[in-house]
Nanobody, 124 residues
């Protein structure tokens, strides 16, 4: 079992940056693959980024490639999402996700653990 708590959301102007953090509690954090999804109002929750248990592999949605960077610090049981060049269409609730197998699935229905979400609002 792992519990996830996100932080770092807020209001930012287009072109700005934010860094989200996800603190995990529970056992064996370093064995979990981690990632981020987001859900805009009235839309489905979609994949944003994922990172392998050791941090050596990452995966990104096409819409955020080159702007967002996912990283993790296993000593701190924390995963990060650095978001640069933010756009109004990045506005959403961002959810931290975790699972035990390989690389995190891009399908939300296959995710084992979720955080409660943090709001990111990008103004134009």
């Amino acid at each position: 079992q792992v519990q996830l708590v996100e932080s770092g959301g807020g209001l930012v102007q287009a072109g700005g940056s934010l860094r989200l953090s996800c603190a995990a509690s529970g056992r064996a954090f370093s064995t979990y693959t981690m990632g981020w999804f987001r859900q805009a109002p009235g839309k489905e929750r979609i994949f944003v980024a994922a990172i392998s248990w050791g941090g050596g592999s990452t995966n990104y949605a096409d819409s955020v490639k080159g702007r967002f960077t996912i990283s993790r610090d296993n000593a701190k049981n924390t995963v990060y999402l650095q978001m640069n060049s933010l756009k109004p269409e990045d506005t959403a609730v961002y959810y931290c996700a975790a699972d035990k197998f390989g690389m995190l699935s891009t399908n939300e229905k296959q995710i084992g653990y979720w955080g409660q979400g943090t709001q990111v609002t990008v103004s134009s």
